[in-house]
């Protein structure tokens, strides 16, 4: 295959005449997952390796877990700006999710409202509820015009479900606005709002602003992955969906992962008390790297319109002639891991619901490609990415 | 000769991996030879399935055996191409009356196109599959399928349509080994494929079909199945079917036949009007098939060839030729001896012995 060969050949030129693999690994797929802080793994380690303790035992192991996971609990309220004895702990954000949709509409009548960018965790219990999926804008986010006329023509909407930040764009939506809306125009309806892309970047009280219920999970800031939090405000009535031992207060049945748990407290801790440096340090690099891109290779451009407000961690770029796939492949070569749409769970990569709803060209998105940052994240890391991603762009753009 | 002796270098190799035996073992060969190998597993198919190369479990066979074998493992997400070429195509033959071979449009449009220009446009020198055939090299220096070492398992008729650019970089290593061979061969690597059942043909629908029930379903959330009429060659009514879209040529059962003693064959299928002509099997055999798009490993070809025309078929001999009598494009096959007629739509494979010389679908 000498047209293989030559190709090759001219990917490898393309890095500037590196001849050697190199062997440095980047990590820019901190949405998929972030790693746990060494302050995290170390709050974790002595719960796995040392307590036994069931929290919902009665001795003194038991009391020592069950202690643990309430000092978890109150970083968790804080965190989100709700009561602790609204926090439910959950395996993840798919459970708290599903467990915001499917435990509010319960087995009553009630319709589920959300838009078509949210993340399929909530979508998928919402469609099969029957519910409403409202449209988008340019930026992805949902059409407040659409969401009024449906507050006001559909009765008894239950619920209301909102995402702080797309996990595919970075794009923040007006979470506050909806809640008031909601308030105002179908005052029974709860307000929920996935958060699980936002926990590590925004100040959730106030982007959370007026939701009854609130998604996080550990591992997209700094926390272990199989730990997540469903958060309630006040006593909204929640049916349960895995039901048992009538822990979490009969919200979520089944023995906590206590490990998780610790570590996910302590990274809410974490997160609180460095936001803001993180958030601005991220920031100069996101921008280096997406100004870096756009100048470098003809024809990319930013899936998410100027002006549209984004978290300081992700920049998603389409570019043109390019398929996704070999895209992340070649960048594998070359150490960089990062990601396109979301996987399925061959892994594979799916094409994309939400770049779809936000109108972008067929042919643009199949050329996408997510990076984002994170607290480990450094500036050579970004040069390596720089010094790596326009040649193989260029390369496989030119071959179509 | 076959081609994979001429392997010196280090090379870099992509094994399409189905999670299959054949594919398992095709990897374990090229790795022993010291190659770069990466295995690849297309995704081509999002719907329900329980067979073929497109479930999620059989991603997982895939992914599992490369884990054993050391060698990486990407999934491809080709299910938009899959859809374009191989299952609205598949649909609209239905819907036309004709008898679609899914396997082949899928080698020919994913596979073998889409799937080798991915390869190539990441730097990879060759492709490799699990496929139960050869790749041979003529005294001309040209390149051809032949035959598989197994007759039971040969899979060169689904290969016909590839071409020299495409022969130039591909290796079959199953091709050389008997399927006993192939699951002896798995079962010492300790591979996990080993024993699993080979998978049946069209991929994309469930299992059910194989009695109708899946395919039919399949066809139904699809397009309309029409109810028609059975007559026979006089024109009359001797039965009814309830989809004329699901009467393959030759077909005998489901027709709701009244009356006779002598089994009758579906002869004819119009699904403009609906009709299915049923007739003795004298009536099933003809002299000469039309064939039309054909493609050929080097150049074309005519005069005197084997020709199948069914996956497992047995080879007849024939003359092949360009007629006035036929459609400018197309081509006649001059059986020696009667033939049974060939449902339009099905690849019509032309060998010289046990050499792909060609292929065209018939008309």
């Known amino acids: ?313 992700v920049t998603h770029l389409c570019f043109e002639g390019v398929e996704s796939e070999a895209l992340l492949y070649l960048l594998e070569q070359e150490g960089i891991c990062a990601s396109a749409a979301s996987s399925c769970s061959s892994g594979a990569q799916e094409s994309s619901h939400v770049l779809a709803a936000m109108g972008v060209d067929r042919e643009m998105a199949a050329g996408s490609l997510r990076l984002s940052l994170a607290w480990p994240t450094t500036e050579e890391d970004v040069d390596h990415a720089l010094s790596v991603i326009p040649g193989i762009a260029r390369c496989l753009s030119a071959g179509t | 000769m076959p081609v994979g002796g001429h392997l010196m270098a280090t090379r870099r190799v992509m094994v399409a991996m189905s999670g299959g035996v054949d594919s398992s073992v095709a990897a374990a060969l090229v790795q022993e030879t010291g190659h770069d190998v990466v295995g690849v597993t297309l995704r081509l198919w999002g719907g329900e399935s329980d067979s073929g190369c497109c479930s999620v479990s059989d991603v997982d066979d895939a992914r599992r055996v490369a884990d054993a074998l050391g060698i990486d493992h990407h999934v491809f997400n080709m299910s938009d191409d899959f859809n374009r070429h191989v299952v609205e195509p598949y649909v609209a033959d239905h819907a036309a009356g004709r008898t679609p071979n899914p396997c082949v449009e899928c080698n020919r449009h994913i596979k073998f196109d889409r799937l080798l220009r991915r390869a190539q446009s990441l730097g990879f020198d060759r492709l490799v599959t699990g496929h139960h055939a050869r790749v041979v090299e003529i005294s001309d220096g040209t390149r051809r399928i032949a035959r598989a070492v197994d007759p039971g398992k040969d899979q060169s008729y689904v290969l016909h349509m590839l071409d020299q650019e495409v022969l130039a970089c591909l290796d079959l290593p199953v091709g050389e080994m008997s399927k006993e061979d192939v699951r002896k061969r798995a079962k010492t690597l300790g591979l996990r494929t080993a024993n699993k059942p080979d998978s049946q043909d069209v991929c994309f629908i469930t299992s059910a079909s194989r009695g109708g029930g899946g395919r039919r379903e399949f066809l139904r959330r699809r397009i309309p199945l029409t109810a028609g009429r059975v007559v026979d060659g006089s024109g009359a009514e001797v039965g009814r079917v309830d989809a004329v879209e699901m009467v393959t040529l030759g077909q005998r059962k489901g027709m709701d036949l009244a009356g006779g003693n002598t089994p009758r064959y579906a002869t004819a299928v119009d699904t403009t009007t609906a009709t299915v002509t049923v007739g003795p099997a004298a009536d099933l055999f003809v002299d000469t098939t039309p064939v039309s798009g054909a493609g050929w490993a080097n150049r074309p070809v005519e005069g005197r060839v084997l020709v199948q025309t069914s996956a497992h078929g047995k080879p007849a001999s024939a003359f092949l030729q360009v007629e006035s009598s036929v459609e400018e494009g197309q081509m006649l096959v001059r059986w020696d001896e009667p033939h049974r007629k060939v449902a339009p739509g099905q690849s019509v494979v032309f060998y010289q012995g046990t050499l792909v010389l060609g292929g065209a679908l018939a008309c």
Not at chain 1, 127 to 155: P, Q
């Open chain 1, 1 to 313: 295959m000498s047209v293989a060969a030559k190709r090759w050949a001219q990917v490898r030129r393309s890095l500037g005449g590196v001849e050697e693999r190199s062997d440095r690994q980047v990590y820019l797929d901190h949405a998929a997952s972030t790693p746990p802080r060494p302050e995290v793994v170390e709050a974790m380690l002595p719960w796995l390796a040392e307590h036994p303790g069931n929290p919902s035992g009665s001795h003194r192991l038991a009391r020592d877990a069950r202690r643990a996971i309430d000092d978890a609990r109150d970083a968790v309220a804080a965190l989100v700006g709700l009561d602790a004895g609204g926090v439910v702990f959950t395996s993840g954000g798919t459970e708290a999710d599903n467990l915001a949709v499917d435990g509010v509409l319960g087995a009553d009548s009630g319709v589920a409202v959300c838009c078509s960018t949210e993340h399929v965790a909530v979508l998928e219990p919402v469609r099969d509820s029957d519910g409403v999926v409202l449209s988008v804008d340019a930026g992805g986010r949902i059409d407040l015009g659409a969401l009024a006329e449906t507050l006001d023509s559909v009765a008894d909407i239950k619920l209301v479900s909102v995402m702080a930040v797309n996990n595919e764009t970075g794009v923040i939506s007006p979470v506050a606005e909806v809640a008031s809306m909601v308030a105002e125009r179908a005052p029974g309806a709860v307000v929920h709002c996935d958060a699980v892309q936002a926990a590590a970047w925004l100040d959730l009280p106030s982007t959370c602003q007026g939701a009854h219920l609130v998604s996080i999970t550990g591992h997209k800031f700094g926390g272990p992955k199989g730990a997540g939090v469903l958060a309630l405000d006040g006593n909204i009535p929640l049916s349960p969906m895995l039901r048992g031992g009538g822990q979490e207060r009969e919200r979520r049945s089944g023995t906590q992962n206590v490990p998780a748990i610790v570590g996910l407290g302590r990274a809410a801790e974490l997160v609180m008390e460095d936001r803001k440096d993180t958030a601005d340090r991220v920031a100069a690099m996101r921008d280096r790297l997406e100004a870096g891109l756009l100048a470098s290779v003809p024809g990319t451009r930013c899936t998410v319109p100027e002006g549209v407000e984004r978290i300081p961690a």
